[in-house]
């Protein structure tokens, strides 16, 4: 029976590209291309200068060069992705330890390609990327809730469950380590630019125009939180619908996830509903593992709202106080998420979806006692 059960847990990590360890991080990236890729590698390894001495401005300036455009047009279907820097590019698949050897902690880690703003852009990534980590236990415990679900196993849902909340307050405990290895002047002022995409961009307001692949810009939105597949599939594990155009954007953010991956969501999204069996086992043991999973993720929810006023709201306003938007951005950046959504409204909304999803616990009767 055990055997079995590995081998089926076994199968889902394979079909949905999850390692048990690392979770949705890619395990051991490549950090070397063939020398046939040499002018690729090379630019990518010298981005963060070619940026800051304004010499990648003279090459690209609206317009992505055939002899960019089309190969990372081809080589990004090919990986089911858009033609963009994605969340899955910048954090999942971009680390390296500097000593094999060694454990994967802030440490001994670094950035496979970066962009300007030093120590707080390799921070960014690499607490992102541990975030990620933190998740890996909680994605197999959605997997041991679903398998659990099909022959109503309540014991074994109940325990998937616990790992989920376990997860997800570690994942809140990591995300802390944001505050000590990422300034928030640097982030805003720096960094976020380059992760803004080319939808809902001051600076390209039209999209990028691919050569040789379209005749018209083309609008992408660029890497963003609401890519993480893991925050998407407690989601849809634990039955929380987010609707109206929070509700559009989420699902439009599943485009710039790698295929298998949005796969499990969509896989998690069309089970028969967790949160109905719950309120009708009529399990106190069960609705309290469900509604600490929730609260957990409505606490992570929170804690990245505030976050973010921390590290968008407040140094934007700042800049704008003393009169020198930052890098000729003005001021849309200071309310619009990297991936092209109204920041604030759309984190609030998330939360408080999230803690609506809360079942509530009938009071007990004098006859149940």
Known sequence: METNYRETLQADFDAFDISEELGFILEEPLTHLPDYYRVWMDLANNLAHLIESRKLRDLVHKILPKALAWPYWLISRRLGLPPILTYADSVLANWKLKDPTGDMEIGNMDLIFSFPGGESCRGFFMVSLLVEMAGSSGITGALEVMHAMKISDLIGIQ??????????????????LMHNHVEPNAFHGTLRIFVSGWRDNPMLPRGLLYEGVSNEPILLSGGSAAQSSAIQCFDALLCIQHEGETGAFLTRMRDYMPPAHRQLIETLSVCPS??????????????????????????????HLNTVAKYVLVPGNRAISMGCPLRGVGTALNTTG??????????????????????????????ET
């Open 274 to 303: 967790l949160r109905d069996f719950i309120t009708t086992c009529s399990s106190s043991d069960l609705c309290q593992a469900y509604n600490s999973c929730v609260s957990a993720l409505v606490d992570l929810r929170s804690y």
């Open 338 to 367: 990297t991936g092209g959504s109204d920041l604030m409204v759309f984190l609030k909304s998330v939360r408080n979806t999230t803690q609506r999803a809360l079942i509530l616990e009938r009071p007990t009767t004098s006859r």
């Open 159 to 176: 325990k998937g469950l616990i790992k989920v909340t376990q997860s997800l307050r570690k994942m809140k405990e990591t995300f802390q």
